[in-house]
């Protein structure tokens, strides 16, 4: 077995131990697909998708909004900042994503 699997399937293993830390969630993100010269716009593309992050910490900031610090396995999981991931009803905003082709770290922000 090489290496990308082992951390692949260590990966595998955290999400499983992190168990009543692991929510599922719907990531909403907006892809550019190209540009429209004439209406000086960029055209872009929704999609959602059901994805398992682990809640690691959680605050909360000004005017009553929480702060979350999250993960959430990378398997061809695009996150960029502005999507929104909904867990349990409640809608957050992403931002600071950082994707180490395992896993993506990012903060959410309640009231997306």
Known sequence: MGLKQRIKNGVKAAFAALDDLVYEGTLESESPTGFNFSAGETN????SKVVKIAMLEE???EEGASFKAIILKSDGVIVNTGDLITVDTVKYRVSKPVDNSYTIECNLTAGG
């Open 59 to 61: 605050s909360k900031v």
């Open 44 to 47: 872009t593309s929704n999609a």
